[in-house]
T-cell receptor
Framework: RKEVEQDPGPFNVPEGATVAFNCTYS??????FFWYRQDCRKEPKLLMS???SGNEDGRFTAQLNRASQYISLLIRDSKLSDSATYLC??????????FGSGTRLSIRP | GAVVSQHPSRVICKSGTSVKIECRSL??????MFWYRQFPKQSLMLMAT?????????EQGVEKDKFLINHASLTLSTLTVTSAHPEDSSFYIC????????????FGQGTRLTVV
């Protein structure tokens, strides 16, 4: 079983739609969680950290469920510029940073 | 955010030669650096984790004698692909983390290696 698993997509949604991604992790001792965004042939960039109480940054909402070992990312009112691959990232207790395989999102006009 | 500089951004080398990739943290001291490899349309795969002044920890399936990692200072880590083969052609990305108290990692721009 992979340490971090994501639905690869692609998700193809119209502009203005709400879209949600989930990610599961296998190590219950994992300490920190993030969502990164990667545009084609570019390095990943931090989108937001994920806190236990859930957190929101504009149109983006991240949530963590430690009991079920999953994190989620919700994007509201999606824009064309949101098209990218979204990477779920988990820092384990051993301080390794592990990436999920990424979920491709394509927003159509 | 913090800046991590990776060099070169692109390199083409002949099969059998070695290639060195540098990763520098420009405005912070990186106690831990990570090296990833990404094949086309695939996810980032962690190759190894290096802590300054100690040997790198390699992930299962990554040959430590082929992918030499040196993290001699708090601002520089290098990855040397030795005796490169065409199947080593990939996108290599480093990331650096400031200290144990910081969980966010910052990424270099990546190096596209093509072995011909």
């Amino acid at each position: 079983r992979k340490e971090v698993e994501q639905d690869p997509g692609p998700f193809n949604v119209p502009e203005g739609a709400t879209v949600a991604f989930n990610c599961t992790y296998s190590n219950s001792a994992s300490q920190s969680f993030f969502w990164y965004r990667q545009d084609c042939r570019k390095e990943p960039k931090l989108l937001m950290s994920v806190y236990s109480s859930g957190n929101e940054d504009g149109r983006f909402t991240a949530q963590l469920n430690r009991a079920s070992q999953y994190i989620s990312l919700l994007i509201r009112d999606s824009k064309l510029s949101d098209s990218a691959t979204y990477l779920c990232v988990v820092r384990s207790s051993a301080s390794k940073i592990i990436f999920g395989s990424g979920t491709r999102l394509s927003i159509r006009p | 955010g913090a800046v991590v500089s990776q060099h070169p951004s692109r390199v083409i080398c002949k099969s059998g030669t070695s290639v060195k990739i540098e990763c520098r943290s420009l405005d912070f001291q990186a106690t831990t650096m990570f090296w990833y490899r990404q094949f086309p349309k695939q996810s980032l795969m962690l190759m190894a984790t290096s802590n300054e002044g100690s040997k790198a920890t390699y992930e299962q399936g990554v040959e430590k004698d082929k992918f030499l990692i040196n993290h001699a200072s708090l601002t520089l880590s290098t990855l040397t692909v030795t005796s490169a083969h065409p199947e080593d052609s990939s996108f290599y990305i480093c990331s650096a983390r400031a200290s144990s108290g910081h969980t966010e990692a910052f990424f270099g721009q990546g190096t596209r290696l093509t072995v011909v």
